[in-house]
């Protein structure tokens, strides 16, 4: 007999799981308005096999790096902490997801998308200031097509057997590390009561720490 605490439980739960797809959904479509027609289709309509690959690829790897990203998130409350690592969740996914699909000659541009969708949110949760207009010139100028470009090679390098994954798998490794690291360091920044825009130069000095860490944590497990 299932006790009234136990179904309870398990309808909050399901209804928890409903409310976080249905937060996603709303993410994604967002970012795909934001895409390029002709990729946005190919991620349409691969997006069932691309996702649960996706799924998979972060199931494989979600747990590494939690512990490193807490503290970022000091004096933050428990709220907020939540909604901080759902955006940055999502746009992980979507980026795995994209990083997934079949796009011929796909570039690190398609993840300006969705990493200005993450960082808005971001902003909003802080109850900051977001100028779409220079945000959209400075991440794809600097983190994108800039830091995203020269970090690939390093991102790489801490892939174990780099050279037995399927490109998939590499597009997907490379696309979560930045779209996660970025998503951190923007968290960082406005806990600390910085401003990205205004701080450039402190920003690209913090993602690029981030990458290290990142590189250094992988090679310890």
């Known amino acids: 007999m299932i006790r009234k605490s136990d179904k309870k439980l398990k309808d909050r739960t399901k209804e ?13 479509n967002q970012v795909l308005k934001n895409m390029p027609a002709r990729s946005a289709k190919i991620i349409k309509s691969s997006f069932v096999v ?5 799924e998979q690829f972060l199931a494989n790897n979600s747990q590494k790096f939690d512990q490193l990203f807490e503290e970022f998130l000091v004096g933050v409350d428990s ?8 955006t940055i ?17 796909s570039d690190a541009v398609l993840l300006v ?9 971001l902003y909003k949760i802080f109850g900051a200031s977001w100028s ?38 590499i597009n997907a490794t490379v696309a979560t590390t930045i779209t996660e690291a970025l998503g951190w360091v923007t968290v960082k ?28 944590t992988t090679k310890k497990k």
């Open 113 to 121: 998308p969705i990493q200005l969708t993450m960082m808005m949110r």
């Open 132 to 169: 779409e207009a220079l945000a959209k010139g400075v991440t794809k100028e600097l983190v994108v097509v800039g830091l995203g470009r020269s970090l690939v090679g390093n991102v790489l390098k801490f892939v174990p057997a780099v050279g037995t994954i399927a490109g998939g798998a």
């Open 79 to 86: 709220q907020t902490r939540r909604k901080c690592h759902e």
């Open 50 to 54: 691309s996702k649960a690959k996706a």
């Open 189 to 216: 920044m406005l806990n600390d009561g910085e401003d990205i825009f205004n701080n450039v130069l402190t920003f690209e000095g913090q993602f690029k720490g981030l990458v290290s860490k990142l590189q250094k």
């Open 16 to 28: 928890d799981k409903i409310a976080k797809n249905e937060g996603f959904d709303e993410f994604f």
């Open 89 to 105: 969740h999502f746009a992980t996914l979507t980026a795995a997801i994209v990083g997934f699909s079949p796009i011929p000659f």
